[in-house]
């Protein structure tokens, strides 16, 4: 069957796109688990935090009934908390540093405790930071994602006029943008980047892109000084035969629409395959499947070992009914009419580790295929190249090369987040502006 549109109810659309991870049901619930909280000492699950949220305090606070200090120790860390309690591979980071795993037992809900926190100061509109009066001095930042919103906020903290130039007509970037409508919810982005310029002092100029109504030579002739954060999002190619035919799509244009449109207006086939085992590969399969595609099966180049997701999200697909066949690789795309019919693989085997310390793949000379309607590209995502390689930032493959403070090789211009590492978590990219805003004050004498 042909890709088509509109194929459940208004009621199915909202009920396969409803929060996945629920928040607690009351404020009893969440006392009971944070009571659970050993406060440790030097604490393992702040130190896997890449922000390096003060966790046991935040708990603490909550467990007193101080709501409003808690969420203020979240947000002086993370000013963009909230959306990490919904999106942050926890499982990876502070719950599954949590000591309890150690006597086997469930860690501490770390991301509902600070869901709890930030989302009644969103809520309640809580002004938790004062803005020192202006001090005269004006940043550009380039893109409202999370390294340009955190790096924003803590500039404008101490008083510097920030402008943030948008390509899109909305904030929140990879946020708003880039993951699935099941994590976070557009209305939801738009709310968090409404409380976080609350603060006053930044102003978000939207449908402005580097390299075509902005230029950075224009940035560093109007303002004292420059952070680059305009992430990545271009999808890799496969590089194979018939790549050009309807029905091939990458995942971030897939997962684009359905967070820019409307579900019932976004086109999905019956027979889909999602290339690829990152979290945008899972995030594209559990979405065409709860967009209503009746096969959804992820094709991965290696084993469960070496993929890129965590377990966790691997089992949102496994649960949502998608399959996954390992040692896998895409090698042709054959069509009718204009239109893919068949994928073609190569069967792979692991051989010696490559540069990513995991096991290459080879081909084993063996392939299969698979009968689709649709395939959805999700290889990785590969910087702005021709953006980076038209300026004078020094670069390497299309990433911006920057150091750890964000400084680059131009005086005046900093870089943070996923233009300069390739792509990470957003809390990574939060941390990112942070370390990139401190430099900023530096350079501006402060």
């Not at 046991?56 to 200090?69: A, C, E, L, R, Y």
């Not at 955190?150 to 402008?163: F, K, P, Q, Y």
């Not at 967070?259 to 979290?279: L, Q, S």
């Not at 709860?290 to 469960?304: H, I, M």
Request: a negative charge; aromatic letters at 6%.
């Amino acid at each position: 069957m042909s890709i088509k549109n509109n194929r459940l109810t208004a009621e199915q659309y909202d009920q396969n796109f409803s929060d996945i991870h629920p928040p607690f049901d009351s404020r009893e619930s969440a006392l009971v688990e944070a009571n659970r909280c050993l406060f440790c000492y030097d604490a393992p699950c702040t130190k896997s935090c890449p922000t390096s949220i003060n966790i046991p305090k935040f708990i603490k606070q909550i467990s007193t009934d101080n709501v409003k200090g808690s969420a203020h120790t979240i947000f002086v860390s993370n000013i963009m908390g909230a959306g990490c309690s919904r999106v942050c591979p926890v499982e990876k980071l502070c719950e599954g540093a949590c000591v309890y795993n150690l006597l086997e037992e469930p860690p501490i809900p770390i991301a509902r405790l600070q869901r709890y926190s930030t989302e009644q100061a969103m809520e309640k509109k809580w002004k938790l930071f004062e803005r020192k009066p202006s001090i005269g001095k004006r940043v550009a930042i380039v893109g409202a994602g999370p390294a340009g919103l955190s790096c924003a906020h803590v500039l404008s903290r101490e008083g510097v006029d920030v402008t943030i130039y948008e390509k899109e007509s909305k904030g929140g970037g990879l946020m708003t943008y880039g993951i699935a409508a099941y994590k976070v919810t557009p209305r939801f982005c738009e709310d968090e980047v409404n409380y976080i310029t609350s603060l006053g002092g930044i102003d978000i100029k939207y449908n402005q892109e580097l390299g075509k109504n902005i230029s950075l030579q224009e940035l560093k002739n109007n303002y004292d000084a420059v952070f680059l954060g305009f992430g990545v999002g271009l999808a890799r190619q496969l590089d194979i035969q018939g790549e050009e035919l309807m029905g091939v799509v990458d995942a971030i244009k897939f997962i684009y629409n359905i967070r820019a449109g409307v579900y019932e207006e976004v086109p999905v086939g019956d027979k889909v395959v999602v290339i690829g085992m990152g979290m945008t590969a899972i995030d594209a399969a559990t979405q065409a499947k709860r967009l209503g595609a009746k096969d959804v099966t992820l094709v991965y180049r290696r084993t469960q070992e070496e993929m890129p997701c965590t377990e966790e999200e691997l089992n949102i697909a496994k649960l949502d009914g998608c399959r996954v066949i390992w040692l896998a690789a895409p090698a042709v795309l054959n069509g009718a009419n204009g239109k893919v019919t068949h994928l073609v693989c190569n069967l792979m085997q692991l051989g010696e580790p490559d540069v990513s310390g995991r096991r290459s793949p080879i081909e084993t000379g063996e392939t299969f295929t698979l009968d689709v309607d649709m395939v959805i590209k999700a290889a990785g995502q590969i910087p702005f190249s021709e953006l980076v390689n038209n300026s004078q930032l020094q670069h390497s493959n299309g990433k911006i090369v920057a150091q750890k403070d964000g400084a680059t090789n131009i005086a005046g211009v900093f870089a943070g987040g996923d233009c300069v590492n390739g792509g990470k978590e957003v809390v990574d990219a939060v941390q990112a502006g942070k370390d990139s805003a401190a430099s900023i004050l530096k350079y501006l004498g402060l």
